[in-house]
């Protein structure tokens, strides 16, 4: 890389994060629903262009780096330890996400709206669908002798949709984000051990 290049993604690295620190600070200020696109790039002193540049709506900014925790349980996945079982690979690849995600202010807010926005639920049930596919097919090479695709994508399917029913009931009742995170690592649990 080039120095050029590098000041480029930097100067872009620091502009996607301005975004996501204006919308933050707009959503709880005036609520989700009455943010707009325009007032967040007019907040981040951008363009509303240079905001589609970043994400393609605005629910997109609350999912800023889910991408990395795709990579992350993806990652965990291909480097199978020795003789790691697949209850094992399993549990890890989904505590990188769990962990990942409940990283800073902006996984506490995604948490709070996710409840209660349905444009908002509508894109996470999207990337869960897109995540879901990936992970699938990850289990199955990392495991042709004892997964085929169908049972690679029914067990991705329930330690997604466990963990994500966990976390909407812990939502629902009020609980920080310390529990939820506990809540969706517990669901993971119960699925290892159903697999095992």
Known sequence: MTEKQ????????????????????????????????????????VSPRTFFLHFPAKEDVLLADADVRVDLALQAISERRGREGLPEVLVRATEQMIVNAWDGELAALRARLAASVPTLQ??????????????????????????DAITASALTGAVVGAVSASALAALRRGDGPDEVRDAMLQAVALVARAVS
Do not use: S
């Open 6 to 45: 590098g000041l480029r993604e930097r100067k872009k690295q620091r502009t996607r994060q301005a975004l996501i620190e204006a919308a933050v600070r707009l959503f709880e200020d005036k609520g989700y629903d009455d943010v707009t696109v325009a007032e967040i790039a007019d907040a981040a002193e």
């Open 122 to 147: 509508a894109r996470l049930l999207q990337r869960y669908l897109t995540a879901q596919a990936e992970l699938a097919q990850a289990l199955h090479r990392a495991f042709p002798d004892r997964l």
